[in-house]
């Protein structure tokens, strides 16, 4: 089986950043692609940023600019930079892997999800 741990979430002040990192572990053959999603209260979840093994990256119009993605694909982790934090960013951060193990071929594992919230 595969497991995501997400880290780094917490609460700070608009205008202010945090870094995000997400470890995937487990019997993984190959990495495919890794990302973060987000939900917030009265709003459906959205796509934040991925990044394939490759390192190509998409990130969503609303992070652009301030949010950045990188992966580190020895540790099989997954970072999200994200600055000048607005207090709409506030949501539940979920970390998203898109991986191949022998047992179970590709597919989409999900870790638990951490807190972020920006204070006006």
């Known amino acids: 089986q595969v497991h995501l741990v997400e880290s780094g979430g917490g609460l700070v002040q608009a205008g202010g950043s945090l870094r995000l990192s997400c470890a995937a572990s487990?019997?993984?053959?190959?990495?495919?692609?890794m990302g973060w999603y987000r939900h917030a209260p009265g709003r459906q979840r959205e796509l934040v940023a991925t990044?394939?093994?490759?390192?190509?990256?998409n990130l969503a119009d609303s992070v652009k600019g301030r949010f950045t993605i990188s992966s580190d694909n020895a540790k099989n982790t997954v970072y999200l930079g994200m600055n000048s934090l607005k207090p709409e960013d506030t949501a539940i951060y979920s970390c998203?892997?898109?991986?191949?193990?022998?047992?179970?071929?590709?597919?989409?594992?999900w870790g638990q999800g951490t807190q972020v919230t920006v204070s006006s």
């Open positions: 990044i394939s093994s490759g390192g190509s990256t």
């Open positions: 998203w892997g898109n991986i191949y193990s022998m047992q179970y071929g590709s597919r989409d594992y």
């Open positions: 487990g019997s993984i053959f190959k990495t495919n692609a």
